[in-house]
């Protein structure tokens, strides 16, 4: 089966949800997954600028998580599971970015003082991304004011941006070059 790239569904300013529900794609749940859809393509650029084997395989299976946590936001149901077991997103996967988190903050010097984002080009990129993580964690948070998110969605973006700030250093690290205090 050949999927056309185009519809022309969209055109009036609608988007179908899974489900098959149809909303304005200015509403809260379009514009927080299309938060998490950017993250996830700012993380495939961060991936083209890492020689670090090691990160770029844990990047590649958070951009996974990101997909089926795009999927919860876009409104997969619980029953629709068994169906999209890709889709399902578990606690599990918090505690899994916090381990990663104590692993890469074991060889880095305590942080005593903020630093400047930048750094090689994997590490500015990184800390873009982390930028991009904290607006779609408030585009979330703001979903979830309004309708139901499940709290490992918002407690697994919050832990992501720490564990894309501390990576970005780790990468800095690695490439030799210095972090820059404010």
């Known amino acids: 089966m050949v999927v056309k790239i185009y519809t022309r569904a969209g055109d ?4 179908g949800l899974i489900g098959g529900r149809r909303v304005r794609k200015s509403v809260p749940r379009v514009a927080a997954y299309g938060e998490v859809d950017e993250l996830n393509a700012s993380l495939g650029a961060v991936r083209a600028a890492l020689v670090d084997q090691e990160i770029g395989t844990l990047l590649g299976e958070i951009q996974r998580d990101l ?3 795009g999927a919860q936001i876009a409104g997969v149901r619980p029953e629709a599971m068994e169906q999209t077991p890709k889709a399902v997103f578990a606690e599990a996967k918090v ?20 630093i400047l984002p930048g750094g090689c080009e994997a590490a500015a990129r ?3 991304a982390r930028t991009v993580c904290r607006r779609a964690e408030r ?3 703001a979903l979830a004011e309004q309708e139901e998110v499940a709290p490992a969605i918002l407690a697994y973006l919050n832990r992501l941006s720490d564990l894309l700030f501390i990576l970005a250093r780790l990468v800095n690290q690695r490439a030799g070059v210095a972090e820059i205090p404010w």
């Open 139 to 141: 585009r979330a948070v």
């Open 12 to 15: 009036a300013g609608e988007t």
């Open 126 to 128: 990184l800390h873009l």
């Open 67 to 69: 997909l089926a946590l």
């Open 95 to 114: 505690s899994a970015l916090e381990r990663a988190i104590d692993r890469a903050e074991e060889g880095l010097a305590p942080l005593r003082q903020f």
